[in-house]
């Protein structure tokens, strides 16, 4: 049972990692360097990373190492349309349930991330941290759990790419385009306005979509499919 304990805790900090866009497409991982940051043994560390192989988190080499996948252009385009749509359905879906209690959780993270962008030189490791934590307790309040399970196998896939360009200090970051869109997600959720805290978040989505696609850091072919003779 404490294994079995241990490697679920494991499990959910890794998990937790690639959603939040801490680690990098193609960046490589050990057992050992993991066990060690985490202060467990290998053995927990192994079977969390099954489960997250078997989830297509993570790829395992046949030299056994491991590495984060990268994405292709139509991997990329395919799960951006997805999140567009079920993730504007959950933020639509908070902004008619949402509680006084978790409006003010949410202006907090929000408050908290404005200040972040606002310094001189922002934490990004923080910034991505506070703008997952945004994201979840805005579909947390959707009451839609099967929907919220769905966003979130999402954010394991892609979460590793979707903060790019903060670490890359674009030209977007600058210019505070992500505090731009966050501001009107908050304010149709305090007006209690489905279309609008919707439309925020999918125009939220999709423009830091098209910067990613834009500054071509994706795998741009995919396999190359037979062709059929006849």
């Known amino acids: 049972m404490t294994r079995q304990t241990l490697s679920a805790d494991v499990y959910c900090q890794l998990r937790d990692l690639l959603m939040s866009g801490r680690v990098m497409p193609g960046e490589k991982l050990s057992l050992r360097s993991i066990a060690d940051a985490l202060n467990v043994s290998v053995m927990p560390v192994r079977e969390a990373v099954h489960r997250l192989v078997a989830e297509q988190a993570l790829e395992m080499s046949a030299n056994r190492y491991l590495r984060v996948p990268k994405m292709t252009v139509s991997e990329f385009r395919e799960i951006t349309s997805i999140r567009v749509n079920l993730e504007g359905q959950a933020t639509a879906r908070a902004a008619e349930l949402i509680s006084p209690k978790a409006m003010e959780q949410i202006e907090a993270i929000h408050d908290a991330y404005c200040k972040e962008f606002a310094k001189s030189a922002p934490d990004v490791s923080q910034l991505i941290a506070l703008n997952k934590e945004l994201h979840f307790a805005i579909y947390n309040q959707a009451d839609m759990p099967i929907l919220l399970q769905i966003i979130e196998s999402l954010w394991l896939r892609i979460g590793p790419i979707i903060n790019y360009d903060m670490r ?63």
Do not use: W
Request: proline residues 3%; glycine residues 6%.
């Open 168 to 230: 890359l200090g674009a030209e977007r970051v600058i210019e505070r385009v992500q505090v731009g869109h966050h501001d009107r997600i908050v304010e149709g959720l305090l007006n209690r306005d489905p279309v609008a805290a919707s439309e925020a978040l999918r125009n939220d989505i999709q423009s830091a979509a098209d910067f990613i696609l834009k500054a071509g850091v994706l795998i741009v072919a995919d396999a190359i499919k037979p062709v059929d003779v006849e």
